[in-house]
C-alpha cells in the first residue's frame, strides 16, 4: 500500500524556520495537505493543494512541492506552533488518501 | 458556523460492532463529502473512508473494507461509521471530518468533529 514518510521530529529555536518534509511516489501528480495537531484537539489543516493556506492561518505557514517531496516551512517559529504535523495526499490512481506518520515539531 | 458533532464515547467487547455518528451544521450538508479518520492512542492518523451525502456512493480505505459501512441521513444531516467484528486494536478516536476539495477532484479535510473514543476490551 502507498506510504507517505515523515521524519519522527524537528526541534527549532523560537525565530527560527522549521521545514518538515513528507515523502511520496505519488506526490508529483497528487497534491498534499498538511495538518497541525495539539494535545487533545482534532487536527487544522493549514495548507491545501501543497501550497495554499487557508484563511486565518498565519503567514508564516507555507508549503512547497519539489519530485516526491513536499515541504512545510514555518517561518518565525512561536512557542504556540509546538505540535504534531501530518501530510495527507492520494494513491498514484487517486483513489486512496493517506497521512504520512506525522513529525512532531519542538520548539526549544 | 460549520459545526460537526460527534457522538459519545463507547465501550465495546471484541467482536461487536459500533456505529458513530457525525451531526453537521452551518453548510449545506449534501455539498460536502464526509470522511472518517481515526487516531489509536499515541498514534497518527488514519484515513478510513468517505461519504458523499449527495447520493450515498462511498470508498473505503482498503484495510476496512469488509468491516466498515458509512451511511448518512440527510433529512438530519447526520453522517453515520459502523465498524463490525471489533478487534483491540481498534481502540481509538474516531473522527469525521469535512472535505471542500472533492468538488474539484481532490481531498481535503477542512472541518473536524470533536472525535469519539472507542474502546474495544473485554
Known amino acids: 500500500s502507498y506510504e507517505l514518510t515523515q521524519p519522527p521530529s524537528v526541534s527549532v529555536s523560537p525565530g527560527q524556520t522549521a521545514r518538515i518534509t513528507c515523502s511520496g511516489d505519488a506526490l508529483p501528480k497528487q497534491y498534499a495537505y498538511w495538518y497541525q495537531q495539539k494535545p487533545g484537539q482534532a487536527p487544522v489543516l493549514v495548507i491545501y493543494k501543497d501550497s495554499e493556506r487557508p484563511s486565518g492561518i498565519p503567514e508564516r505557514f507555507s508549503g512547497s512541492s519539489s519530485g516526491t517531496t513536499v515541504t512545510l516551512t514555518i517561518s518565525g517559529v512561536q512557542a504556540e506552533d509546538e505540535a504534531d504535523y501530518y501530510c495527507?495526499?492520494?494513491?498514484?490512481?487517486?483513489?486512496?488518501?493517506?497521512f504520512g506518520g506525522g513529525t512532531k515539531l519542538t520548539v526549544l | 458556523q460549520v459545526q460537526l458533532v460527534q457522538s459519545g464515547a463507547e465501550v465495546k467487547k471484541p467482536g461487536a460492532s459500533v456505529k458513530v455518528s457525525c451531526k453537521a451544521s452551518g453548510y449545506t450538508f449534501t455539498g460536502y463529502y464526509m470522511h472518517w479518520v481515526r487516531q489509536a492512542p499515541g498514534q497518527g492518523l488514519e484515513w478510513m473512508g468517505w461519504?458523499?451525502?449527495?447520493?450515498?456512493?462511498?470508498n473505503y480505505a482498503q484495510k476496512f473494507q469488509g468491516r466498515v459501512t458509512m451511511t448518512r441521513d440527510t433529512s438530519i444531516s447526520t453522517a453515520y461509521m459502523e465498524l463490525s467484528r471489533l478487534r483491540s486494536d481498534d481502540t481509538a478516536v474516531y473522527y469525521c471530518?469535512?472535505?471542500?476539495?472533492?468538488?474539484?477532484?481532490?481531498?481535503?479535510?477542512?472541518?473536524w468533529g470533536q472525535g469519539t473514543l472507542v474502546t474495544v476490551s473485554s
Open positions: 495527507q495526499s492520494a494513491d498514484s490512481s487517486g483513489t486512496y488518501e493517506v
Open positions: 471530518a469535512r472535505d471542500p476539495c472533492s468538488r474539484d477532484g481532490y481531498n481535503c479535510l477542512d472541518y
Open positions: 461519504i458523499n451525502p449527495n447520493s450515498g456512493g462511498t
